[in-house]
């Protein structure tokens, strides 16, 4: 499994946009790149996930390096429902291995 | 709603127990996994089954089982409980188990006292 490396924490004000980094040197070829967030007594739930190309969805953007070692997570308006764990997860068949995740919190 | 059904919300038991918590996946999804959650271990993959036949396994003590039923709803069984298995108990659940999105339940609270 590919180990990842995210800030335990971020901050961002409302309405701004947040980058979320990951790294993932130790990705696969065959790897896709997943995003989950988890909000405060909830289960996770899906953002967005990619394997080589850029993509976007209705709730965030993700970039992914040209050599695939890292990835970025932007959500382009943080509102207060985006304050939660947010888990970058590099994931080839049926095993998701969730790490620590980066906290963002959002200021009013 | 995710479509992921876990009951019960709540479990409070004492050491030595056994309990089973069941979950009901999304419609038609075929794959069931099960997590564990605990404010010092973070969120922990413990077994993955599919269409009734375990996939994968990760960090499941022996205590601990679970299965899939033909209807496709699992339950997760857990034998002489211990203090330290107090925790958020999770079901997530896919279409085919392979890489791709999971739908996650809101999670069962077992309190061990």
Redesign the interface.
């Known amino acids: 499994d590919a180990k990842t490396t995210q800030p335990n924490s971020m901050e961002s004000n409302e309405e701004e946009p947040v980058h979320l980094p990951c790294n993932h040197s130790t990705i696969s070829g065959t790897d896709?790149i997943?995003w989950?967030r988890?909000l405060p007594s909830?289960?996770?739930?899906?953002v967005i996930?990619g394997l080589t190309s850029n993509v976007n969805n209705r709730m965030a953007s993700l970039a992914i390096a040209e050599d695939r070692k890292s990835s970025t997570l932007i959500l382009h308006r943080a509102t207060l429902r985006d304050a939660a764990v947010y888990?970058c997860i590099p994931?080839?068949?049926?095993?998701?291995?969730?790490?620590?995740?980066t906290s963002l919190t959002v200021i009013p | 709603d995710?479509g992921?059904t876990q009951t019960p919300k709540h479990l409070i038991t004492a050491t030595g127990q056994r309990v089973t918590l069941r979950c009901s996946p999304r419609s038609g999804d075929l794959?069931v996994?099960w997590?564990q959650q605990s404010l010092d271990q973070?969120?922990q993959?413990l077994i993955?089954y599919?269409n009734g036949e375990e996939?994968?396994k990760?960090n499941i003590l022996e205590r601990f089982s679970a299965q899939q039923f033909p209807d496709l709803h699992s339950e997760l069984n857990l034998s002489s409980l211990e203090l330290g298995d107090s925790a958020l108990y999770?079901c997530?659940s896919s279409p085919t188990?392979?890489?791709e999105?999971?739908?996650?339940?809101?999670?069962t609270q077992l309190s061990v006292l």
Do not use: I, M
């Open positions: 896709y997943h989950y988890q909830q289960g996770p739930e899906y996930h888990y994931n080839t068949g049926n095993q998701f291995y969730f790490g620590t995740g | 995710s992921v794959s996994y997590y973070g969120l993959f993955q599919y996939r994968a990760g999770f997530a188990g392979w890489s999105k999971l739908f996650f339940g809101s999670g």
